[in-house]
């Protein structure tokens, strides 16, 4: 289970440095036992001292196809999925480590990019990140670039990389669910895309929940009507998650996107009013449900970054209250 609650004075963080570069933080003396996952490497002859789990990235190149090789060497020259991976390292005290596998040797079955039910191990198939590029390869030949994303950006290559961060942020999403056990009020998938779209916004700009709402609007359309299998499915419909994801980031920041995506109907009028709120909502959501477990070099911080969200969420939330007959009449 989780160390860090009540034990900060007690800590003492150790920088460790992994076998790609990620920095971890080692607690000595809080949580311990095997619930701390072990020992720091290098720590010396000191039972006592346990660690937090660590993410670490690792591609297996021997294992991925001829094909695949061009789109596993961009995603890692891009660093993406470190940079998740390392911000995740910095903020959290997971209770065990979390590899991440690039890699053609998957468990049989497995196509697109999975976590495993106990939330240690993320798989992502070269063949589903080359799947990807041949889909934007499609987009940027047919479809015309929406407005809020940049045209320096609109190329096959920077869209796939920005299209896998946001959909690595769904599967971190999955493993901190699992490894930490955490409270779900809803499907585990919505509540994977939420930290896909919590993390990326808040971390790294618009740029991931744009190109995963242009790569989820390609799917759609390649999927055409909703079968029954995929209304049935446990992931929400293509072209919902699609909205979800543009609702999110109008929501961040209304002003920012009012034009680009609402004016410009990229997202309806009829949903947008609502996204201030429901942004403020999965934002205080995600800072609450890992307030527990921030490492202790983060606390301090996370702790303020949660008092703020709350204050947004009440702000909205009023906002919302005065807004709503508008809403209805507009619905
Ligand atoms: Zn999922």
Not at 96 to 101: E, G, I, M, P, S
Not at 171 to 180: N, P, S, V
Not at 218 to 224: D, P, Q, S, T, Y
Not at 289 to 300: G, I
């Amino acid at each position: 289970m989780p160390n860090t609650a009540g034990c900060s004075r007690r800590a003492r963080v150790i920088a460790v440095t992994g076998v790609l570069a990620l920095a971890g933080a080692a607690v000595a003396g809080c949580g311990g036992g095997a619930a701390g996952g072990g020992q720091v490497p290098g720590a010396g002859p000191h039972p006592q001292v346990a660690r937090s789990g660590r993410v670490t990235v690792v591609y297996e190149t021997g294992t991925v196809a001829p094909q695949d090789r061009e789109v596993v060497a961009l995603i890692r020259k891009s660093r993406v999925l470190e940079r998740t991976a390392d911000w995740v390292n910095r903020t959290l005290a997971l209770p065990h480590d979390l590899a991440v596998k690039v890699t053609g040797d998957v468990p049989r079955g497995v196509t697109d990019a999975v976590t495993q039910p106990d939330g240690r191990t993320v798989f992502v198939p070269p063949s589903f990140l080359a799947e990807i590029r041949k889909a934007f390869a499609d987009v940027v030949k047919t479809v015309e670039r929406p407005e809020p994303f940049p045209a320096s950006e609109y190329n096959t290559d920077d869209l796939t990389v920005l299209s896998t961060e946001f959909i690595f942020g769904h599967e971190m999403g999955h493993a901190l669910q699992r490894q930490l056990l955490l409270a779900n009020l809803g499907l585990e998938e919505d509540a994977a895309d939420g930290f896909a779209s919590f993390y990326t916004i808040d971390e790294v700009g618009p740029g991931p929940s744009l190109a995963a709402a242009i790569l989820f609007d390609e799917i759609a359309r390649k999927e055409g009507t909703p079968t029954l299998e995929t209304m049935s499915s446990d992931h929400p419909v293509t072209q919902q998650r699609a909205y979800n994801f543009l609702c999110y980031l109008y929501g961040s920041d209304p002003r920012e996107y009012q034009r680009s995506l609402v004016d410009s109907g990229r997202l309806p009028k009829t949903r947008a009013p609502l996204c201030p709120q429901a942004w403020a909502m999965l934002d205080y959501g995600w800072w609450t449900q890992l307030r527990p477990h921030f490492s202790p070099a983060f606390k301090a911080r996370g702790d303020e970054e949660q008092k703020q969200a709350q204050a947004r969420l009440i702000a909205q939330t009023r906002d919302l209250a005065k807004r709503i007959d508008d809403i209805r009449r507009s619905q």
